[in-house]
């Protein structure tokens, strides 16, 4: 099998190992790629956001698959360019896209559909969008309508924030055309994860359950980032009424549960509650209207205390999410996004087992960033890495070139990832520390608490 990963992050690195593990004869071509997919895949330079290279690419290639990591190609119509010369792609279309690149779409859909997440009025007009803020009270949450690099929402801690995000966005048009449009939107109360799921439109196939952690500096300090790491699987506090347990089996003290029955959710229950409120009627919304989703969709979940509730969709897998998920992910990738390319159904993929296909054991991320990240990056420091590689560790590449002596060097804000996979969460936070601190480059940035939510919770468990 021949594939074509678009794309040159951690993400894309983190699918081609997976692509290469399931399958040792896979033959990958990525664009752009990078220095780290390099090792797996001939890499290509066509940017990722230029269909027309990327068509010129494929028609010559002939993959089996193209599969599209990030979201603006997707946002760009990359697979109906594709569809239209039967070139088999994974990914939704531009319309199905909308779920991510239109947040006022995506909104309309879940009001329509009866998904659970915060409410929130449209606003185009600065003095209608304050009113709406005072309505609601802080904290409030001004969001950019389009996509606006992981910039474009405010969680306002008072009505001076609100407006003053407000006023950026509709009056001085930080965001261009992407803030002409906003939501002014409640505010949620819990514990945020990325939930994600593989679907030919109808049927769906999860992937563990991961959070991001979005803060530059430990504790959940610091300037907001793409995101400094990630874990896998997470066992939120959910409610439940039957008795699921957690990873001690312990029950859950207090907090957003006041009044009711709150548990330690195994992790399926959380997985099936979010399939069955909120995924099942999103897709079947999108099918209605004519533009079902195949392809990856992204939940990102509050988990309130009424339940879970839909932050945002995304039309594509996360990062880095997905570098701390792939390497727990027991089924293969290829046949399944091959066949919902080729208009197939998941079919027997989908057969409510789905959970002993994923590896038994915890994945911890830690992401290494450049000096100056998030606000200015710097590039071209060299980069060093310990000469050996532990079992169970995978340093997925995110902005790493080759500088012309042929040295790595820096090349972006997000550097490298580091995935360590151990059967228990405490000795993956470890070693993948201890990896990323082992790394060498000048400025580095990295996180030693990825996870601490879910370590604090196998604390008071046991
Ligand atoms: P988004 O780009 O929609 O993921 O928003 C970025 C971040 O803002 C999310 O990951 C949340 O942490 C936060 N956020 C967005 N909407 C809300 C909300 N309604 N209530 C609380 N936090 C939110
Ligand atoms: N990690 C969040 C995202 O990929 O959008």
Not at 243 to 268: K, L, N, Y
Not at 323 to 343: H, Y
Request: proline share 6%; hydrophobic share 45%; net charge negative.
């Amino acid at each position: 099998m021949k594939v074509l990963i678009v794309g040159g992050g951690g993400r894309e690195h983190a699918l081609a190992w997976k692509l290469r593990d399931e399958d040792p004869g896979v033959d990958l071509v990525a664009a752009p790629g990078n220095p780290g997919i390099g090792t797996l895949a001939r890499c290509r330079p066509v940017a990722a956001t230029d269909i027309d290279g990327l068509l010129a690419l494929a028609e010559s290639e002939r993959p089996d698959l193209t599969i599209v990591g990030p979201e603006a190609p997707l946002a760009l119509g990359i697979v109906d360019r594709f569809r239209a010369r039967r070139l088999p792609i994974f990914g939704p279309t531009a319309a199905a896209a909308a779920v991510e690149s239109s947040k006022v779409f995506a909104k309309e859909l879940m009001r329509s559909a009866g998904v659970p997440t915060a409410r929130a009025e449209r606003h185009t007009r600065a003095d209608d969008a304050r009113r709406a803020a005072r309505e609601l009270g802080a904290p409030v949450v001004i969001k950019a309508s389009g996509l606006a690099a992981g910039k474009g929402v405010t969680v306002a801690g008072t009505l001076a924030e609100a407006d003053a995000a407000i006023d950026a966005m509709l009056t001085q048009r930080v965001f261009g055309a992407a803030g002409a449009e906003i939501l002014v939107e409640e505010h949620m109360e819990g514990e945020e994860v990325s939930l994600l799921f593989l679907t030919d439109g109808e049927g769906w196939l999860p992937f563990l359950p991961a959070q991001d952690h979005k803060r530059l500096l430990d504790g959940d300090l610091g300037p907001n980032t793409g995101g400094m790491g990630a874990y896998a699987p997470v066992y939120p506090l959910v409610l439940t009424t039957g008795g699921a347990r957690g990873p001690g089996g312990g029950q859950a003290a207090g907090g957003a549960t006041d009044g009711v029955e709150g548990r330690w959710a195994d992790w399926r229950t959380l997985v099936e509650l979010v399939a069955e409120r909120i995924v099942e009627p999103t897709l079947a919304a999108l099918r209605d209207r004519g533009t079902p989703f195949a392809g990856v969709l992204y939940v990102g979940v509050m988990v309130t205390a009424e339940g879970p509730k839909v932050v945002e969709f995304n039309c594509r897998m996360g990062d880095p999410e997905t570098q701390a998920i792939l390497p727990l992910t027991g089924f293969s990738l290829a046949p399944l996004m091959r066949a919902v390319a080729m208009g197939e159904s998941l079919g027997a993929g989908v057969d409510g087992r789905w959970h002993r296909q994923l590896r038994r054991e915890h994945a911890v991320t830690t992401v290494v960033a450049a000096a100056g990240y998030p606000e200015h990056a710097r590039t071209g420091d060299v980069i060093r890495l310990p000469s050996t590689t532990p079992a169970g560790v995978h340093v997925f590449h995110a902005g790493t070139a080759r500088a012309p002596s042929g040295e790595l060097v820096t090349a972006g804000g997000r550097v490298l990832a580091v995935t360590a996979v151990a059967p228990t969460l405490a000795d993956a936070q470890r070693v993948s520390v201890a990896y990323a601190g082992a790394i060498e480059f000048a400025g580095k940035q990295y996180r030693t608490d990825i996870a601490w939510r879910e370590l604090g919770r196998h604390a008071r468990a046991s």
